[in-house]
């Protein structure tokens, strides 16, 4: 199944962040028929982190939990949809039981999140989803008990720390703020880089869509302080990495090597004869390359660049 930009982003991103946390199961097939529940998440007991550096998420993903996240908020039917595919994870577990003889333990058996840009209060309402006493955080609603289910609405989250890893996965000035906040972080932080990583990469893919709409252009642009930053820490590693050799063009080959993975992701993979006029560039050149890659669209527009500076 081909996964849109958001989804491989925002599968990857909750690997990312959860991992350390417990175990994380992407397109978790479940077995009655053919769905998959966007992300399962166990926790290990203990965490390899503190929960709490994950601030709202952290506290949200204290018990196994069926995440599903969305783009634009689900409707009616994309909800039951999601609760559906939980009750069938039970119903899993449950057969599993009965097998080994075993009881289950209701309580214990998860919840469903649902992580949206939005949630009107029509679908608030409809599901009876009130604020959740426990957590107590505007932007987060729980179920009646029984469904077994809490929906985060990302753009009532408040502006803090604490949300700002459930913020990143929203629109407008909410992402953009959030994406400003994420490179404000000392790059000490255990999520800092690779969070950037993965956001260039969501960038990539998807300036790469063949159906690139008008939402996508300002996802693009929300995203583009990130990706620019990331760039630059990748091209600081190539340095470093050739200046570990004490030569300067030990410097030179660990640029390239940083550019080459640069342009491959910008591209897909390009042509030996690509490959071998990029390595003729200087390290100026390289960097002036590293500075314009973000305008250009295609690999004729990275030849025509080429061709202008190679004679």
Same mark, same amino acid.
């Given at each position: ?178 994406? #400003?906040? $994420? =490179?404000? !972080?000392?790059? @000490?932080?255990?999520?800092? *880089?690779?969070?950037?990583?993965? &956001? ?43 200046r570990e050799e004490g030569r300067e063009e030990g410097e030179l080959k660990g640029i390239q090597k940083i550019i080459m993975r640069l342009v491959n992701q910008r591209f897909g993979e390009i042509g030996q004869p690509l490959m071998e006029q990029i390595r003729k560039l ?8 590293? #500075?314009? $890659? =973000?305008? !250009?669209?295609? @690999?004729?527009?990275?030849? *025509?660049?080429?061709?202008?500076? &190679?004679?």
């Amino acid at each position: 199944m081909t996964r849109k930009p958001h989804d491989n982003f925002a599968k990857d991103y909750f690997e990312e962040l959860l991992s350390p946390l417990g175990k994380v199961e992407i397109s978790r097939e479940i077995t009655d028929e053919a769905r998959q529940i966007d992300i399962l998440f166990s926790p290990s007991s203990p965490p390899t982190i503190p929960p709490e550096s994950l601030g709202l998420l952290g506290i949200l993903v204290t018990q196994t939990s069926s995440i599903e996240i969305f783009r634009n908020q689900p409707n009616l039917f994309q909800v039951l949809m999601c609760a559906n595919k939980l009750y069938s994870y039970f119903a899993e577990l449950n057969r599993l039981a009965r097998r080994e003889n075993k009881s289950l333990d209701i309580e214990g058996l998860g919840k469903l999140l649902i992580i949206s840009t939005t949630a009107s209060i029509d679908l608030l309402e409809g599901f009876g989803a009130t604020l959740d006493s426990e957590i107590n955080c505007h932007g987060v609603y729980s179920f009646p008990k029984s469904w077994f289910g809490t929906i985060i609405a990302v753009n009532k989250l408040p502006v803090t720390n604490k949300t700002l890893w459930l913020r990143i996965l929203g629109k407008g000035k909410v992402q953009r703020d959030a994406v #400003d906040e $994420l =490179l404000a !972080l000392p790059d @000490t932080n255990v999520y800092k *880089q690779n969070t950037l990583r993965l &956001i260039a990469n969501w960038r990539i893919l998807t300036i790469k869509q063949s159906n690139f709409i008008d939402e996508d252009q300002e996802m693009v642009m929300n995203l583009s302080t990130a990706y620019i930053e990331w760039e630059q820490k990748t091209l600081e590693q190539g340095r470093e990495e050739g200046r570990e050799e004490g030569r300067e063009e030990g410097e030179l080959k660990g640029i390239q090597k940083i550019i080459m993975r640069l342009v491959n992701q910008r591209f897909g993979e390009i042509g030996q004869p690509l490959m071998e006029q990029i390595r003729k560039l200087s390290t100026e050149q390289l960097e002036e390359l590293t #500075d314009v $890659l =973000l305008t !250009l669209s295609a @690999t004729t527009d990275l030849e *025509q660049w080429l061709q202008n500076r &190679i004679k």
